[in-house]
């Protein structure tokens, strides 16, 4: 449990890691700030938006995205529990894609997508040396 929620690549040159690390700080303050905070509390249009795609509990679902996005963001941005972070946003960004821009062309679909791509990538490596996570490990 403990590898799941603070592990991640640690090992590599630092060019990699501070690569990785670039573009978790740049993705992470990005979809907290940019796409998160605006999202808590929950607006009514957001809430109705939720209900839209056929979501059971459309607030509970509401504020679970507007902190999957604020709170993930931040934690992927500062590299804690990266993995399960990253997680929640890639579930998040795949509801965002196949459910809201469903219908959409790429260019509405797109910010989404790749959003969901970072977070997968992140899910799948962790938040690399210069995370709190390889911090934490080290205790």
């Not at 090992?11 to 501070?18: C, D």
């Not at 999957?68 to 963001?73: M, Q």
């Not at 969901?116 to 995370?131: D, N």
């Amino acid at each position: 449990m403990r590898a799941f929620l603070f592990g991640g690549a640690v090992s590599g040159p630092w060019s990699v890691q501070l690569g990785l690390a670039v573009v978790r700080v740049v993705a992470g303050l990005s979809m907290a700030f940019a796409h998160g905070l605006g999202k808590l509390p929950p607006p009514d249009r957001f809430v109705s938006l939720v209900k839209g795609l056929g979501v059971p509990l459309p607030e509970l679902f509401a504020w679970g995205a507007g902190m999957s996005e604020f709170v993930g963001g931040l934690l992927l941005a500062v590299g804690l529990m990266t993995r399960p972070a990253a997680a929640l946003i890639a579930i998040t960004m795949a509801v965002a894609v196949f459910g809201h821009h469903s219908d959409d062309p790429w260019a509405k679909v797109e910010l989404a997508a790749l959003y969901g791509a970072i977070a997968i990538a992140f899910a799948c490596t962790g938040s690399g040396r210069f995370g709190l996570d390889s911090v934490v490990n080290r205790m």
